[in-house]
């Protein structure tokens, strides 16, 4: 896989190991030697994998599945960093090459009490997957599909519901917030429905039912720091958070 | 459920501290400019002082402060208290690079909790403080202005004032245009508006204030 600019690499990291839920973690030290720097950060954890194997130790557990970015499973915090130091890419897509021979990597799992470890850096994210059973689908009557264009959406419309739909729902918003907030991840679910015909009919219920949801789960409330913003893989707006404020104002207002 | 249900979800909680937070930020830009009487004179702050609580509505206000105090404190508090639950394990290190997050913003409480024990000093000092009289006309009146000038007499009353000053300067750079994101606010047409008025609101406040003890401590 190497190319010209490969260069060889070795990494001091400091990485999460605990055993099991509610197990007492701690960091253990690794030295990864023989790295290239074209390796994405993954790749780097398969490799120190391999060399605990290797030493009869247990491998360190961490998420992954589609390895380019679109399925939001490879949550990590990489020195203090959800998804490490670039903006708008998940772990999967960070390249060894962002650091430099020799540094010292400190690896986490995501940490809320709505995300409990299962081990080592792997978390329980079933908290958002109640979230979206609560209400973030559409109810279509059966039968055969409509003509595409029987449903008008304006343009405007229907790139902010594109823009919100973009959330692959890694997690990486709650893991940033100091209050470990679940906020940017639910509006853009509301926003990403509600922006669209299908959607609009059900928006009050599904606010509430979800936003209901979102505090039954334990996140924490937003105080407006927009960590969530900048650690977002998909850089998706801290705009739906104020969008999701007025909206479940609205829906509450209206509740019978 | 409905608008009670409204109120103990953690929406309607931000919109309680955001809603008394703004309340409490237009009284504190009310006092900071009516406090600039003290680069007038004596009388003038004096007169000021006179006029603001012979009025028998200044009770209804002083009543309705304590209460948004109150209350902003209140919730403010139990909203803190359940986002550290929220996030039981503190991580080995803070982001350092483009994801780190403005410390003002996540200081907020260390703000508030100053700022509430200059407030009870505050009214400590001068509220219940040696009563004066000067007198103007033949009307007498209470003389907090050289009260005043006893207080900041005091080196170190003065920094400790600049210093509270200073934090309540923070809380509104970040309280004010964070208040208005929950109040919905955050769009491209008002964005870059409601960060201008939030830094604006707190430079006003904080160097209005910083300037008067400042003033009397060297030029009174
Ligand atoms: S593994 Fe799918 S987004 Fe990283």
């Known amino acids: 896989m190497g190319n010209d600019n490969s260069t060889e690499m070795t990494i001091h990291l400091k990485i999460w190991k605990q055993d099991g839920p509610g197990k007492k973690g701690e960091f253990i030290s690794h030295e990864a030697k023989g790295l290239s720097s074209e390796m994405s950060f993954l790749e780097m954890l398969d490799v120190v994998n391999e060399d605990l194997v290797r030493l009869n130790q247990r491998p360190i557990e961490f998420d992954h599945d589609c390895r380019e970015g679109i399925c939001g499973t490879c949550s990590m915090v990489i020195n203090g960093e959800a998804h490490g130091p670039d903006k708008e890419i998940t772990t999967c897509q960070l390249h060894m090459r962002k650091f430099k021979d020799g540094d010292t990597i400190t690896v986490e799992p995501f940490r809320a009490k709505a995300f409990p470890i299962i081990r080592d850096l ?41 823009e919100a739909a973009t959330c692959i ?56 720091t927009e960590a969530c913003e900048a650690a977002c893989p998909k850089g998706i707006s801290v705009e739906n958070i104020s969008r999701m404020n007025r909206q479940f104002l609205k829906a509450s207002i209206k509740e019978r | 459920m409905g608008i ?7 929406i309607g909680q931000k919109y309680v501290v955001a809603t008394t937070g703004l309340l409490f930020a237009l009284f504190v830009l009310s006092h900071v400019l009516g406090n600039f009487l003290i680069f007038v004179g004596p009388e003038a702050y004096n007169m000021y002082s006179y006029k603001l609580i012979s009025n028998p509505f200044i009770i209804v206000a002083e009543i309705g402060l304590v209460v948004l105090f109150v209350v902003h404190l209140a919730v403010a508090i139990k909203l803190t208290a359940s986002n550290m639950v929220a996030r039981p394990d503190k991580y080995a290190l803070q982001a350092k690079g483009k994801k780190k997050t403005d410390p003002v913003t996540k200081a907020m409480w260390i703000q508030g909790a100053v700022i509430f024990i200059f407030m009870v000093s505050h009214l400590i000092t001068f509220k219940y403080g040696t009563y004066y009289t000067a007198e103007y006309d033949g009307l007498v009146v209470r003389d907090l202005y050289k009260l005043m000038v006893e207080v900041f007499a005091s080196p170190l009353f003065v920094v400790g004032y600049v210093l509270c000053m ?13 208040a208005l994101k929950t109040f919905g606010f955050n769009h491209p047409q008002y964005e870059a508006k409601v960060r201008t008025v939030g830094l604006g609101v707190a430079l006003i406040v904080s160097l209005g204030f910083i300037a008067q003890p400042v003033y009397i401590f060297f030029f009174q």
Request: with cysteine.
């Open chain 1, 122 to 162: 792997v978390v329980d994210r079933s908290s958002f997957d109640r979230v979206i059973e609560s209400g973030g689908y559409v109810s279509v009557n059966t039968g055969g599909a409509q003509d595409a264009n029987s449903l008008p959406i304006n343009k405007p419309d229907s790139d902010l519901a594109f």
């Open chain 1, 169 to 224: 729902g890694c997690g990486a918003c709650v893991a940033s917030c100091k209050n470990a907030s679940a906020s940017l991840f639910v509006s853009a679910k509301l926003a990403h429905l509600s922006f669209l015909p299908q959607g609009k009919i059900e928006q009050d219920a599904r606010t509430l039912a979800m936003v209901r949801q979102m505090d039954t789960e334990g996140f924490g409330a937003c105080t407006n």
């Open chain 2, 4 to 10: 009670f249900g409204f109120i103990k979800s953690s």
């Open chain 2, 166 to 178: 200073v934090m309540l300067g923070l809380h509104l750079s970040h309280g004010i245009q964070s």
